[in-house]
């Protein structure tokens, strides 16, 4: 399994940016598949996730109405489309694959929100 998250970035408050988490090494269009972010000094939690084939989705409260997680089992990709940034939102963003009771992470990518 290989998780290949891009598109994090410094933005201003009030802005956006789409993150894409590229997928191999397994059945993508047979997974769930959820985002999650770490914050410095935080533990890591949970941000969105979408069914197999993209029919659901679901989200953290603070992320209702700002975020929208979407996929594309053409291309083996998840994606995160943040829009109304806030400095609260700075965070480490990994894609993960939770599969047989085991989480496969990607590495990671910074989104830092700052004027």
């Known amino acids: 399994v290989q998780l290949v998250e891009s598109g994090g970035g410094l933005v201003q408050p009030g802005g956006s940016l789409r993150l894409s988490c590229a997928a191999s090494?397994?059945?993508?269009?047979?997974?769930?598949m959820s985002w999650y972010r770490q914050a410095p000094g935080k533990e890591r939690e949970w941000v969105a996730t979408i069914t197999s084939a993209g029919g659901y989705t679901n989200y953290a409260d603070s992320m209702k109405g700002r975020f929208t997680i979407s996929r594309d089992n053409a291309k083996n990709t998840v994606y995160l489309q943040m829009n109304s940034l806030k400095p609260e939102d700075t965070a480490v963003y990994y894609c993960?694959?939770?599969?047989?009771?085991?989480?496969?992470w990607g590495q990671g990518t910074q989104v830092t929100v700052s004027s």
């Open positions: 993960n694959l939770r599969r047989l009771s085991l989480n496969y």
């Open positions: 090494g397994f059945t993508f269009s047979s997974y769930a």
